[in-house]
């Protein structure tokens, strides 16, 4: 069964340093998307892309972050200068896009990357 | 803004025994509505979903999950649990009107003794 892979599990880095986490999205799917858990909290959203564009944001998703899909395969989320409650799961999710423009389908989550800032 | 409440923190029950976690929701129509299992160290696994139609979903793993509009509650259910079940289970909403955010519970913590 296809699966969204994302790498590395866990990504240490100091505060102020950026960070790329990576992330391949099932390869028929259309819309992709990061979220985000910090440790004993929910899971947030932070944002979608769809057709090599971002359709929404969270408040969270500031000028820090970024993504970008650089080729057919690879989804990745940035993060530009790290802070120390930037420390988090963080997931990526693909889906296919099925149904009506606009509504939600299912998301298929990758396993996280783990970001430990210091 | 929607919302997404799971009441129980954390579960435990016995190997054999059934299953209830509560889900409730706050939006102002039908959302779509999933659960996923989140097993230690692993990502988000979709155990099942509710787009439209027959109120009572099977999903993977024999859980099952009935949504109920007058309760705005989506709760799983499990008439046999296995050791292998425990996890943390978070119920998701997404709002069919609009963009694809996922907006999750809290999450319930299931313990499972033998």
């Known amino acids: 069964e296809p699966e969204v892979t994302q790498t590395p599990s866990h990504q240490v880095t100091q505060m102020g340093q950026e960070v790329i986490l990576r992330c391949v999205p099932i390869?028929?799917?259309?819309?992709f998307y990061w979220y985000r858990q910090i440790l004993g909290q929910k899971v947030e959203f932070l944002v979608s892309?769809?057709?090599?564009?971002?359709?929404?944001k969270s408040e969270i998703f500031d000028d820090q972050f970024s993504v970008e899909r650089p080729d057919g395969s690879n989804f990745t989320l940035k993060i530009r200068s790290t802070k120390l409650e930037d420390s988090a799961m963080y997931f990526c999710a693909s889906s296919p896009g099925e149904g009506l423009a606009g509504h939600t389908d299912t998301q298929y989550f990758g396993p996280g990357t783990r970001l430990t800032v210091l | 803004a929607q919302s997404v409440t799971q009441p129980d923190i954390h579960i435990t029950v016995s190997e054999g025994a059934s299953l209830e976690l509560r889900c409730n929701y706050s939006?102002?129509?039908?959302?779509?509505l999933f659960w996923y299992v989140q097993s230690p160290g692993q990502g988000l696994q979709l155990l099942l979903k509710y787009f439209s139609g027959d109120t009572l979903v099977q999903g993977i793993k024999g859980f099952e999950a009935e949504f109920k509009r007058s309760q705005s509650s989506f709760n799983l259910r499990k008439p046999s649990v296995h050791w292998s079940d425990a996890a943390e289970y978070f119920c998701a909403v997404g709002r069919p009107s609009s963009a694809r955010q996922l907006t999750f519970g809290s999450g319930t913590q299931l313990t499972v003794l033998p």
């Open positions: 939006y102002g129509a039908t959302p779509y």
């Open positions: 892309f769809y057709n090599n564009e971002i359709s929404e």
């Open positions: 390869s028929n799917h259309l819309y």
